[in-house]
C-alpha cells in the first residue's frame, strides 16, 4: 500500500471511530444479555489524569510548608496561616471556625517529656489502617518529635499480621469482637477501648514480639512499661509476665473485682519481646506497650465497619478505661464500608446522624480529648462500563464533615487531598502505583503517601500553635 492511501486509510478509521465514540449511547447498549460500552471521545483523547497524581501531591505539600520560605513578618504569616486554613485541600476543618482547637492537644504533647507521662492518640478505621499502614507512620512521627516508644494499645488475640508487632495466644482465649467482618458478639457489651475483649478462663499465655521488618518503623522496636486492662474476675486472677531472656519473672496478682483492672509493669530497661502467663477467668480488654513518657499511637483496625458501633460498649469499662490511657486525641477514620450501601441521600442524611452519636458519645466519656473524623478515600465502580467514583461519595463526605463540626469535632478530607473525583484511578496507575487494583484501598506506598500528608498537615496547625505562642504580645496588641 503507498504512504498516501495508508495515511488515508488511518485518518478513515480515526474518523469512524470518532464518530462511534460520538453516536453510542453514553450507559451502553444491551444485546443478547450482554452490554456494550464505547469509550467517549474524552476519554480517547484527554490524557490519563493519573499521571500527574505525584506533581499534584508534591504542590499539595509545597503549599503546606510555604511558611519556611516567608520572611517571618507576623500580619503577612497570618494571612498566610488564614488562607490555608479556608482553601487549602490539606486542611484540617475546626468547629466554629476555631484554628485553636487543636491548642490543648500540642499543650499536651510539649509537656508530656517533661511531665514523665503517655499522651495517648486512639487511631480508629476500617480496613484502610490494617497491619499498623497510616497508623505507623504518623506514630513514627510523632514519637520522633515529642518522644514516646512502642507499638501502644493492642487486643490479647489479633488476627491480623501487623508490621508492628508479632503475637501469639493460646488457643483456650476466646475472642470478641463488637462490630466488622469478624464480629464475634457476646451477650454483654463490656468491650472496652478497642471495640474487644478476651475471655480468659485457666491458664493461658500470650506473646509479643517487636518487628524487624524492613516497613517497620524504628520507634516500635522497644518498650519499658506494659499495662494490662481486664476485669470481671470471679475469683483471684494472676499475671505474671516474663519480659525477655535472662530476665526475672515479674508477677502480680488481682483480687475479685467487676470492674476495670490494671495490672502495670515498668522495666528498668527496654525490651523487644515479653510474655503473659496467666491463670484464673477474667475478661481481658487490652494491653498497653509503651515507653515511660511520650506519646504513644494506637493502631485499631475493624475490617468492615462504617464506625457506628461505639455507642454500644458498654460505658463502665469503656470510661475508667479512656481516663487511664490519657487519650489526648481521637482519630476516627470510617465510611468506605459505607459507601456500597449509599443509594440515595436519605442514606447520607441517617449515616451523618449516627456518626453524630459517635461523637456524642466519646465527647460524653473523654471530654478533654480532641476529635478528629477522616473521611473516606476516594472509591471506585462501573458505571456504564467504566469506572468512576462512586456517585454519592461526595454528598457523603459533606455529610461527614458537617456531622463533625456540628458535633464539635475537627474533620480531614481524604478524598480532596487525595485529588477528588476519580483520583483514586490515578492512585492505582501511578507507578509505582498508590492504591490496589481494587480502586479501594491503598497501597503500603499509598498508605505511608496519604499518611504523610495527614502528618504534615497536624503539623502545620502545631506550628500555627508555636507562632502564636511567639507572638502573643503582638497579638494582644492587635486586639
Not at 489479633?158 to 469478624?182: E, H
Amino acid at each position: 500500500m503507498k504512504a498516501g492511501r495508508a495515511l488515508f486509510f488511518i485518518v478513515f478509521v480515526i474518523f469512524m471511530l470518532g464518530m462511534v465514540s460520538y453516536l453510542f449511547p453514553e450507559d451502553g447498549i444491551s444485546f443478547a444479555e450482554r452490554h456494550f460500552y464505547f469509550p467517549s471521545l474524552e476519554e480517547i483523547m484527554v490524557k490519563d489524569n493519573g499521571t500527574d497524581i505525584p506533581q499534584r501531591l508534591k504542590a499539595m505539600e509545597a503549599g503546606l510548608r510555604m511558611q519556611d520560605s516567608l520572611l517571618m513578618v507576623y500580619q503577612d504569616s497570618l494571612t498566610f496561616y488564614m488562607n490555608f486554613f479556608r482553601t487549602h485541600p490539606s486542611r484540617i476543618d475546626c468547629p466554629d471556625n476555631d484554628w485553636e482547637f487543636l491548642f490543648p492537644l500540642f499543650e499536651r504533647l510539649d509537656s508530656c517529656r517533661k511531665k514523665r507521662e503517655v499522651v495517648r492518640i486512639l487511631h480508629y478505621g476500617d480496613s484502610q489502617i490494617e497491619g499498623d499502614r497510616i497508623t505507623g507512620y504518623i506514630r513514627q512521627q510523632l514519637q520522633e518529635k515529642f518522644g514516646g516508644v512502642g507499638p501502644g494499645l493492642i487486643p490479647a488475640v489479633q488476627p491480623i499480621p501487623s508490621s508492628a508487632i508479632g503475637q501469639t495466644a493460646s488457643d483456650n482465649i476466646g475472642r470478641y469482637i463488637i462490630a466488622g467482618n469478624f464480629a464475634n458478639q457476646v451477650s454483654h457489651n463490656r468491650y472496652g477501648v478497642l471495640g474487644q475483649m478476651a475471655q480468659v478462663n485457666g491458664n493461658a499465655s500470650i506473646s509479643v514480639v517487636a518487628r524487624n521488618w524492613k516497613n517497620t518503623f524504628e520507634h516500635v522496636k522497644k518498650f519499658s512499661r506494659i499495662r494490662l486492662y481486664s476485669g470481671y474476675t470471679p475469683g483471684n486472677f494472676n499475671a505474671n509476665l516474663l519480659p525477655s531472656d535472662n530476665v526475672p519473672l515479674l508477677q502480680k496478682s488481682t483480687q475479685k473485682k467487676q470492674t476495670l483492672n490494671v495490672t502495670t509493669w515498668s522495666m528498668h530497661e527496654p525490651v523487644k519481646k515479653f510474655t503473659l502467663n496467666l491463670s484464673g477467668a477474667a475478661e481481658v480488654y487490652g494491653i498497653a506497650v509503651d515507653g515511660d513518657y511520650g506519646v504513644a499511637v494506637d493502631n485499631i483496625p475493624l475490617r468492615g465497619s462504617s464506625g457506628t458501633f461505639f455507642t454500644r460498649i458498654e460505658k463502665s469499662v469503656m470510661k475508667p478505661m479512656l481516663d487511664d490511657l490519657n487519650v489526648g486525641l481521637i482519630i476516627l477514620e470510617f465510611g468506605g464500608n459505607m459507601m456500597p450501601s449509599i443509594k440515595k441521600e436519605k442514606n447520607v442524611s441517617d449515616y451523618k446522624a449516627k456518626i453524630a452519636q459517635q461523637i456524642a458519645y466519646f465527647k460524653e466519656l473523654c471530654p478533654e480529648s480532641k476529635i478528629l473524623l477522616i473521611g473516606p478515600a476516594d472509591m471506585s465502580t462501573k458505571k456504564g462500563g467504566k469506572l468512576q467514583t462512586y456517585p454519592l461519595l461526595e454528598t457523603m463526605v459533606q455529610g461527614m464533615r458537617e456531622a463533625a463540626l456540628e458535633n464539635g469535632a475537627a474533620f480531614w478530607n481524604m478524598y480532596e487531598v487525595m485529588g477528588g473525583k476519580n483520583s483514586m484511578i490515578g492512585w492505582v496507575k501511578t507507578k509505582p502505583s498508590l492504591a490496589a487494583p481494587d480502586y479501594i484501598h491503598f497501597t503500603p506506598k499509598g498508605a505511608d503517601r496519604i499518611a504523610e500528608l495527614f502528618y504534615e498537615s497536624l503539623m502545620f496547625y502545631y506550628n500555627y500553635y508555636n507562632f502564636r505562642k511567639t507572638h502573643e504580645q503582638k497579638i494582644q496588641q492587635a486586639n
